[in-house]
């Protein structure tokens, strides 16, 4: 163990790393820009010091290792000093592999990401494997922290693990059994500067795989994968004849095998289709036999503010896509119903064009409704098409629940971040599903 560790931001898996090394004797810093939070009396009396409102540089005296939160960048000036001194920067996710694999129980990482449908593909993945009767958790990037997962696991368990960019760059050791690159669209460019530069982060999912090991791709983009580490076997998923692949007619097929009809889906459009082709690929590698994966299929209900269907009242039917907080992610929405729609677009801007959503929008439109800060922004790309302008959000709700006519569907999917009214996506789709019900009970 090193003199000290210095764990960088005070979020859940920066905690959780915090509080398993203080567990094991080691000695910690817990450092985070923000101010001294309420409970630091508690982190205190668990053997964690705290240095709050910012990094200082003092610190690395004496620091053999560095475990860094997703949301800091690697470029970040503490970061870089503690990499010029030769201190080891590694992630929560990292540090909660080696635990795992030091522990040689049996248990197997099957990983995902992308840059949309990685939390329905990781949350489907799981359901799958529970159908099968396999120990399973969900973790990473879509709820429990990774490390936190791995401390109350049984040996054996398969870990359905969501792994954002953030969290892939600070990866070293690594190793997936199975490992699915879903898809990559522009995101996170004031981190990453182009798009190259982001499809390498996601690419290191795949380091350290063998050759008895499992790398899924979209078999329409084969060369997300161009340089990829790693040595694992590839499995493609898509809409011409491959592993996993959905046909004409609407069928499913896994692996030369009829699966089922995409009409027995619970989760709405193609990129549910993707994503259920993508999780079945690992189920079956992760050791699902064919009828759980089929079962898991027809039950699996989705995942809460991604398109959920919430509410409805006098012909008019009501979907949360809070999760939708870009451009790319608000086209699959739009794709997946068929309309009219009553379309709720803001919030916090990310810097993306919203022209793209013309497109998708023509023929299916009732009107937008542009709230939050985000309205200049959406006025500029979309406002010769009919929409309403209401900066608050239960307002803008409101007002859509007025202007809806029978047969149409409202749809919350943003294409922007919440931060400008809520704390999170959730909040905001918390809120949103609230104000439907008060909506629909009159």
Known sequence: MPEWTI???????????????????????????????????????????GVWGGHPLSILEGCGRVVLSP???????????????????????????????ARNDGSRVLAITGTNGKSTTTDLLAHLLRRAKLPTVACGNLGVPFLEAVEGSEPGTVFALELSS??????????AEGAAFLNLTPDHLARY?????????????????????????????????????????????????CEAWCDATGLLHLNGEALLHR??????????????????????????????IREGLRTYPGLAHRIAFCGEKGGVRCFNDSKGTNVDATLIAIRALPGPLVLLLGGTDKGASYAPLREALEGKLRTLILLGEAIPQLERDLGDLPHETVWGFDDAVNGAFELAE???????????????????????GRRFEALVAEWVKG
């Open 7 to 49: 764990v960088m931001g005070a979020g859940a898996s920066g905690r959780a790393a915090a509080r398993w090394l203080a567990e094991q004797g080691g000695a910690v810093i817990l450092t985070d820009a923000g101010p001294e939070p309420g409970d630091a009396h508690d982190l205190t009396a668990r053997g964690i010091q």
């Open 71 to 101: 949301g800091i960048p690697r470029a970040t000036p503490f970061v870089a000093e503690a990499l010029a001194r030769g201190i080891e920067v590694i992630g929560e996710v990292e540090l909660g592999h080696r635990i795992l694999r």
């Open 166 to 175: 953030y969290q892939l760059e600070s990866l070293d050791t690594f190793h």
């Open 193 to 241: 500067g182009d798009l190259e530069t982001y499809r390498r982060a996601k690419l290191r999912i795949f380091g350290g795989q063998g050759a008895t090991d499992l790398r899924v791709l979209p078999a329409a983009h084969p060369e997300l994968a161009d340089d990829a580490p790693g040595k694992g076997r590839t499995a493609r998923f898509g809409w011409t004849e």
């Open 263 to 292: 009409g027995e889906l619970k989760i709405p459009g193609d990129h549910n289709v993707e994503n259920a082709l993508a999780a079945a690929l690992l189920a079956s590698h992760g050791g699902a036999p064919l009828d759980a």
């Open 406 to 428: 029978p047969g149409d569907q409202i749809l919350l999917s943003p294409a922007c971040a919440s931060f400008d009214q809520f704390q999170n996506f959730e909040e905001r």
